[in-house]
């Protein structure tokens, strides 16, 4: 399974960016698709999950701001995040897990800075 994320970028406090993570190659096997962050310095955190069922869930830091979502069809997740704060500033990673294997993607800088 390969992943290739886009979507980052700079915003202002208060603005709205999209993140999107295509999977590719053995992509029918997936099972849970997630996105993680990891800010300067700290350790690589859960930022939300999705299930095959598309059941989800968030971390307390961007509950009712981020939403997550998928197209099966695209084989895609979608990090939408919303009212982002200067924390919020991360590379940030999709994961999938496909066979009970994850797998990473490249990567995508989101700056939130004014």
């Known amino acids: 399974v390969q992943l290739q994320a886009s979507g980052g970028g700079l915003v202002q406090p208060g603005g709205s960016l999209r993140l999107s993570c295509t999977a590719s190659?053995?992509?029918?096997?997936?099972?849970?698709m997630s996105w993680y962050r990891q800010a300067p310095g700290k350790q690589r955190e859960l930022v939300a999950i999705?299930?095959?069922?598309?059941?989800?869930n968030y971390a307390d830091s961007v509950k009712g701001r981020f939403t997550i979502s998928r197209d099966n069809a695209k084989n895609t997740v979608y990090l939408q995040m919303n009212s982002l704060k200067p924390e919020d500033t991360a590379v940030y990673y999709c994961?999938?897990?496909?066979?009970?294997?994850?797998?990473w993607g490249q990567g995508t800088q989101v700056t939130v800075s004014s």
């Open positions: 999705i299930s095959s069922d598309s059941s989800t």
């Open positions: 994961n999938v897990v496909a066979r009970l294997v994850g797998y």
């Open positions: 190659g053995s992509s029918f096997l997936i099972s849970a």
